[in-house]
């Protein structure tokens, strides 16, 4: 006797059929075939109709419209690969810079954890991580991560900046609210420096002055620290123009000449806002975040 598992493992699902209709029912076969066959003689009938009437059809349209047709289709499926890829390339990147000990570190802490982790150092890595914000984890639906770096304020670990930089969707640059005067002329030579890169200046990467630490009493208004820093980067502005052009290593100038400087000349998009990272105080951060990565 054959074993069934033969049957399944020999010849075509065809063969398989025929075997069992033959156990099955011996007399029915040729009529089942002799169905098929009518069937694929009624549809190669058909077929050849459509061709026949497709063939007049083109003959009688002018070729013209047959080429305007052929180019709209080409067109549009050009169209949709192009959004295809532009989709794509819409970054959820957001980088935080700022000097040492502004509170970059404890503000990545809160909007990955929603606490402070008290007790950071000065980072001498950049903090990165891809994260539903700790305020939407309770949303329902679908939230689109955030990539967050958080580059080290250190001169020395600053370039690294450049590497986050190309594939950023906005920039958060923070500012100590508190120790604002002593810090405000090296804040400036740095914000100078990034609002004059070419990436930031060409791509108009948004930029957020982030005023921290405003849980303590002795903080600077935001009002105040754009002015100051208006001023210094004013005065920046005029002494490296004063430089021969082969010293100077920024890539674009900042403002308008002959005016003094405004955060609203910049190229790209300068807003301010205040947070405390301590308090978990960031609603105006995460408003920022949100504007430019879309959930
Ligand atoms: N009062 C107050 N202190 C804060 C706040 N945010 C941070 N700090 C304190 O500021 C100090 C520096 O914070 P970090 O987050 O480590 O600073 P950072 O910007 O990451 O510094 P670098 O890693 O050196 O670039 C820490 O002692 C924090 O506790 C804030 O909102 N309010
Ligand atoms: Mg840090």
Redesign the pocket.
Known sequence: MKQPGFVFLSGSFREIQVKFLRQAHPVPISFLTKMDKEKIEELKIQTQKWLNEAQEFIQKVPPIQIYSAIGVVLFTIFLFIIIRLFKRKSSNTIV?T????????????QLRDGS?H???????EP?EGTFVLHSETTKKGKVKPVHLV?????SR?RPKLDDFLPQAAAIVF?V?A?EFLPNCRAASEYLYDILTKANVVKKKIPLLLLC?????VTAHTKDFIRKQLEKEIDKLRASRTALSSADIANEYTLGVPGEAFAFSQCQNKVTIAE?????G?ISQLEQFIREHVKP
Do not use: I
Not at 100 to 108: A, D, E
Not at 118 to 124: C, D, E, H, R
């Open positions: 935080l700022g000097l040492t000990g502004c509170g970059k570190t404890v503000l990545f802490y402070s008290q007790g950071t150092v000065t980072s001498m903090n958080d580059v080290p304020g250190h670990l923070v100590d508190v921290n630490k405003v849980d303590k947070t405390s990272g301590l308090t105080d």
